[in-house]
C-alpha cells in the first residue's frame, strides 16, 4: 500500500511562489501516475496537475496552466508540484494522490494527508 506525504506548503503573499512535494513508499511509488488536487473552503477537491509513470506526459487544469509545474524524480520518490504567481484564489488543503494519469479522483488510488497552502493579497 503506498504512503504519501506532501509538504510545503505554508503562507505566501500573492505574487510569491512555493514548492510542495509528496514522499511516496518506493515500489508503490514508481508504478503509478501521481496527481495534485486541492480543496477550497467549502468547495469540492478538483484537479491541479498530474504527471504519468515516466514523467513524460503532464495535465493542468486551466487555472493553473503557465504558473504551476509538475515534476517527478523516482530515484528519490517524490513529485513536485512548482507553484509562481500564486493569486488569493489558490488558497487551499493541496493532496497528492497515486493512480491512473487523469483528472478524476476516482483515477486514483493513494492519497496523502494534504498540506495547506494560504495565498494573502
Known amino acids: 500500500q503506498a504512503q504519501l506525504v506532501e509538504s510545503g506548503g505554508g503562507l505566501v503573499q500573492a505574487g510569491g511562489s512555493l514548492r510542495l512535494s509528496c514522499a511516496g513508499s518506493?515500489?508503490?511509488?514508481?508504478?503509478?501516475?501521481m496527481g495534485w488536487f486541492r480543496r477550497a473552503p467549502g468547495k469540492e477537491r478538483d484537479f491541479v496537475a498530474a504527471i504519468s509513470l515516466s514523467g513524460s506526459n503532464t495535465l493542468y487544469a486551466d487555472s493553473v496552466k503557465g504558473r504551476f509545474t509538475i515534476s517527478r524524480d523516482n530515484a528519490k520518490n517524490t513529485v513536485y508540484l512548482q507553484m509562481n504567481s500564486l493569486k488569493p484564489e489558490d488558497t487551499a488543503v493541496y493532496y497528492c494522490?497515486?493512480?491512473?494519469?487523469?483528472?478524476?479522483?476516482?483515477?486514483?488510488?493513494?492519497w496523502g494527508q494534504g498540506t495547506q497552502v494560504t495565498v494573502s493579497s
Open positions: 494522490a497515486a493512480g491512473q494519469l487523469a483528472v478524476s479522483t476516482r483515477r486514483y488510488d493513494y
Open positions: 518506493g515500489r508503490t511509488f514508481s508504478s503509478y501516475a
